[in-house]
């Protein structure tokens, strides 16, 4: 029982009588009133619920002695008309004080489950309250401004459910330490764990991350001049596997290279990607080799492709990014050379007679004078001297 409510008395036309506060009983229970010496007509009793309570509904079960009969937004009671005579103790009113249950939905951007400081609320998301006993519907509300959303309720035990918005899907559960900064939503329902909401008790926990998915890719083409960009006359290579790894090497997904919408060939896509970090691994056909990395300023027309490995570098990939910078250019290599000779006649021409030279030094530069490499020539294949 509650004692120190006000308990006012009128007539069935609506005029005050008489006002008492609920107080113990002569068995020392608390919450009791009684208005007596009444004259023989009709009442009304209006209940004042104290500040932070609420009426309970009214008129719930069979027993009228135990329900509680104060209208939730009046507090008054019906007309109870009283016999001479007549002692009738069967008006009573259940008081609650509402729980409070909700808190926050965000745009995962790293997709990690975990709150961070850079990541912001996502406006208009569609959220669901649930009895847990049978899964019914108690009451929609939409996030503001700032992914925040809340439910002021009866106690109980209760679910949440959010509606994911077309293109996003939910952050992993449960991720890190802290109980206020993670997702709470199951990554396939979007619903939560059941929960205890006690009397008063406000409960701003819960939570639900969601991301959209990201992508990356893009081309695979013939560097004609093994320059590492991407110059006009270069075309596409179709039919080049892609592997695509997370950054701690484990294997996710593997493609090939293709025409693309516009039937140009050399093209690859990762898509429906959860945010995070990636390596692409490029798999050079037999016969070719990487081009340079990293050439030029244009990062949309370099190679990325380690001339080792054939890998990138670590790709962080946020919620909804495509990333379409990640290419590799591969050539075909090339040979010169061939013969030092001894013109017995100093022709210039090589006639019949005249004999290859062993040992003489061939060094190798390119166009603007620069040393390469160097040789000396020898026997071929066959044993002919001076290649």
Not at 6 to 34: F, I, K, W
Not at 136 to 147: E, P, Q, R
């Amino acid at each position: 029982g509650i004692n120190g409510v006000t308990v006012n008395l009128y007539d069935c036309d609506g005029n005050p009588l008489a006002s008492t506060t609920s107080a113990d009983d002569a068995t020392g229970n608390a919450g009791y009133y009684l208005f007596e010496d009444m004259a023989p007509g009709c009442y009304e009793v209006e209940f004042v619920a104290p500040e932070g309570s609420v009426f309970s509904p009214p008129n719930q079960g069979t027993d009228d002695a135990l329900d509680s009969d104060a209208d939730p937004d009046t507090g008054l009671t019906g007309d109870i008309p009283l016999a001479s005579g007549e002692t009738d103790l069967t008006w009573d009113a259940g008081l609650y004080q509402p729980a409070v249950i909700g808190d926050y939905v965000w745009e995962d951007l790293d997709a990690d489950g975990i709150q961070d400081v850079d990541e912001t609320g996502i406006e208009g998301v569609t959220v669901e309250l649930r009895r847990c006993e049978d899964d019914s519907l108690v009451a929609t509300t939409t996030t503001d401004a700032d992914g925040a959303y809340s439910f002021t309720v009866a106690p109980g035990d209760y679910y949440v459910q959010f509606l994911a918005p077309e293109g996003y899907v939910y952050s992993p559960q449960n991720q890190g330490s802290d109980g206020a900064l993670d997702s709470d939503a199951d990554p396939v329902t979007g619903q939560t764990d059941c929960t205890t909401l006690e009397p008063g008790e406000t409960d701003l926990t819960w939570d639900a991350g969601l991301y959209q998915p990201a992508a990356l890719g893009d081309y695979v083409w013939e560097d004609v001049n093994a320059n590492g960009i991407q110059d006009d006359g270069d075309t596409g290579i179709n039919n080049v596997t892609i592997n695509l790894y997370d950054c701690d090497g484990n294997p996710l997904a593997s493609t090939t290279t293709a025409d693309d919408a516009t039937d140009t060939a050399g093209y690859y896509l990762f898509e429906d990607m959860a945010p995070g970090c990636y390596e692409v691994e490029f798999v050079a056909p037999v016969g070719m080799v990487y081009s340079p990395q990293n050439q030029g300023t244009d990062d949309a027309l370099d190679s990325d492709a380690d001339s080792t490995t054939g890998r990138t570098g670590p790709i962080d990939l946020i919620s909804g990014q495509t990333d379409l910078t990640w290419d590799a250019g591969l050539y075909e290599p090339v040979s010169l050379g061939d013969y030092v000779w001894e013109d017995v006649n100093a022709n210039g021409i090589q006639d019949d007679g005249d004999t290859g030279i062993n040992g003489v030094t061939v060094n190798l530069l390119d166009c603007d004078g620069n040393p390469l490499a160097s040789t000396t020539s020898a026997d071929d294949a066959t044993g002919n001297a001076g290649y």
